[in-house]
């Protein structure tokens, strides 16, 4: 029976030598390559065309989510799984829309990973079960429609310090505007403050750190 090829992508040497030495002990399994990156994977995922890329997310570079839609474009023929530490929302949509295969946790014990790669390389869809409950409650409750300029103004502000007066000021609007903006933030965002809201939209990408000035 020929083995399932592999290429593992990570950009922690000690996570792909670990992933790659229990693949190894298996000789259902051939491990093709390594990468480090999410271009790295990219060339050869296209190079060598495995049956399957273990893709970690968080890379330098071309994260996992731009490597996955990269080798959909270029006709890259493997199957993507991701096998991340990130079990959110922020995460897991991303690269699920990209169009992994499967998303598994890398806490997740040694069988139930081969098993993962086995029904990867069959085209079959693999998740985690939290992976698998967030997108199961997305279903069920669809999220709201995004957050409007106006509203990421406000909430810009917000995240920088600012009260609603300060806010309002700059935004030269009244502050039941303000506020009533905040609300709308709130309810989108499935949050009850305005530190939940900010803590919520970093975690979505929706606000990104400011560097040194």
């Not at 731009?66 to 995460?91: F, K, M, P, W």
């Not at 409007?148 to 030269?172: H, I, M, T, W, Y």
């Amino acid at each position: 029976m020929k083995a399932i090829t592999l290429v593992i992508a990570d950009d922690h040497p000690v996570v792909r030598d670990g992933l790659s030495a229990m693949f190894a002990r298996d000789p259902a399994f051939a491990v093709l390559g390594e990468a480090a990156d999410g271009a790295e994977a990219v060339r050869l995922a296209l190079d060598l065309r495995p049956d399957v890329v273990l893709m970690d997310l968080r890379m330098p570079g071309l994260d996992g989510a731009g490597a996955i839609r990269e080798l959909a474009a270029r006709g890259g023929t493997a199957r993507v799984l991701v096998l991340s530490t990130y079990d959110t929302d922020a995460h897991v949509l991303p690269a699920i829309e990209a169009g992994a295969v499967g998303y598994l946790l890398k806490d997740a014990p040694r069988e139930e990973l081969l098993r993962g790669v086995r029904a990867a390389a069959r085209g079959e869809a693999v998740l985690a079960p939290s992976v698998a409950a967030l997108l199961m409650d997305r279903v069920r409750k669809p999220a709201p429609g995004p957050l409007s300029a106006r509203e990421l103004e406000v909430l810009r502000l917000v995240a920088d310090g600012a009260s609603n007066r300060e806010a309002a000021s700059r935004l030269f609007l009244t502050e039941a505007t303000v506020k009533s903006h905040l609300l709308n933030v709130y309810a989108k965002l499935g949050v009850n403050d305005r530190a939940a809201a900010v803590a919520e939209a970093y975690e979505r990408g929706l606000l990104r750190a400011r560097g040194p000035s």
